[in-house]
């Protein structure tokens, strides 16, 4: 019997695999039905046991748990490419990624031993890291990048309340996948075609 | 939303003092008598290669041994097998963890298993080991398992996260320490391009809750990790370094664990292979066992330090490749164990085909000492 915990975790592994083949197929030239139909069945790809475990255990072994903003923005993400339903604005989505690509360079080089100062470690209950996150926060409330300012504060509540493994609070931000996913949107063809296809629709 | 979330954290964020060591007790003698040294291979038979294997006394003086074994090293085979020394015989060999329960338990693809490190705390028998999901050792990341029972059954697997970075590349070899308030300084490293040292600080439920870094770059891991005050420590590492190889290295805590002195290299040699350190009478009177040679893990020796600013001295040699005889790294991963009688246990890689385990006492220590004239 499965436990409500690996059903979830299970479903943003999921999550993550349709957010990857939104970004990488040219879902939008497909009729909405279709659309669905190729999602699902991603989905359930991932879900189902192929041999001895679901595929989303090695997704999971992997790429590990998605942070919270991801999962957030992966939910966005495919409701607006298959649906047409808009969470954040153009401008928002390029923020975004400058945010998180800014993350990335001032987290990865120094967590894999660049220097002797290592940035990961300023996730661990860490009253100044947590001060400047709210300070981006309010300032793209205040700036009405509403979207942003809600994933940042959600990912805070729940690193608060250690909703993941991880009591480092980078982990509940950003995760490579999250950053990968956001460079495919940029680069991608299909998603450029996808998200103007959005935007003028 | 934004106000509320933000409070909560702010109201919630644990305070983390720097931890503070809990101090072994430095038994020196052991019983006054015959010297006794002994060795046995204790790995059965079950695998065609064995490595990595590590110990710990257990509240009863039982001593519980612990490594992995396979068909080779990173095959899909590998599990993690324990037996018990308990006055003077072991028990049966159990496989503990295998790739399916630690899959089971963590939600995870694995694929293969290695370096288990153990630790008494309280009643309870900590395993740390690592796994691999995909590609080779530097794709590793920890694994705990608990157990109320000396390794009898143990608890379900828990996953640490250690690295933002798909959460590979964090592996340990040598033991852990505890602090006064109960939590774990755990010696860790990384492989995944940076090659460096450092320690994990986990609370009493098994969670990363800090990390320090002993070093950067490419040049140091396997940390074997002694306290010499409750604040303070040193640590003794594997050389990994392309621009200066062929010694051990030596690094020291400053004002906090989070500030390490930079990297010094020792007139002992170190063929890029792990060392294993104990204290005897006082935190600066130091035993290792090590491959004394710059580049070949051919044979294992003691050394011994009698005070801080003391030269190591060669007491003894355990193995040494014969003439001719061409294996490659025959002798590794050495782990010593002191016992609160004041006993030796050290186990070590042998051939990659048995884990050899040579007991000794201290008279043997003072005999060994006397011989090579450390003792005089």
Known sequence: ?201 | MIIAGFALAFFTLPTLPQPAFSLPEYPSSGEPGKPVLESAFVSGDLTREVHSATAVELNNGDIRLFWYGGKREGSKDTSIYSRVLSSNSWSGITEIMTRQTVATDTHRYIRKLGNPVALVKGDELWLFFVTVSVGGWAGSSLNLAVSADHGQSWGPVKRLISSPFLNISTLVRNQPLLTDNGDVILPAYHEFLGKFSELLQLDSSGNVINKYRISHGREAIQPALLPVSSEHAIAFMRNTSANHPGKLWFSHSREQLDDWAPLVPLTLPNPDSAATLVQLDSPDELLMVFNNHPSERDDITLGYRPTETAEWQLIHQFEDLKDGEKIHNPFSYPFLLKTTSGDFHLFYTWKRKHIKHVYFNHAALQEMLFTSGAGS
Not at chain 1, 82 to 108: H, M, N, Q
Request: glycine content about 4%; charged content about 10%; overall charge positive.
């Open chain 1, 1 to 201: 019997m499965i436990s409500n915990i690996a059903l979830l975790t299970g479903l943003s592994m999921a999550l993550l695999c349709v957010a990857f083949a939104t970004t990488l197929l040219p879902a939008n030239k497909l009729p909405l039905a279709a659309r669905v139909v190729v999602m699902a069945g991603i989905a359930l790809l991932v879900m189902l046991p192929l041999s001895d475990y679901p595929g989303w255990y090695k997704v999971r072994g992997i790429f590990g748990d998605s942070s919270i903003t991801a999962l957030l923005f992966y939910i966005a993400l495919v409701m607006q490419q298959t649906f047409s339903w808009k969470f954040y604005r153009d401008k928002e989505l390029v923020l975004l990624r400058r945010l998180v690509l800014v993350s990335a360079l001032l987290l990865y080089p120094f967590a894999l031993g660049l220097t002797q100062f290592d940035s990961y470690s300023l996730g661990y209950a860490n009253p100044w890291m947590l001060a400047a996150l709210l300070a981006i926060t309010l300032f793209c409330w205040f700036r009405q990048y509403y979207f942003i300012a809600t994933v940042i504060a959600v990912a805070v509540i729940a690193s608060s309340l250690h909703l993941l493994e991880s009591r480092n609070l980078w982990d509940y931000l950003i995760d490579p996948a999250f950053v990968l996913i956001l460079i495919l949107t940029w680069f991608m063809p299909s998603a450029t075609i996808a998200l103007s296809s959005t935007r003028n629709s």
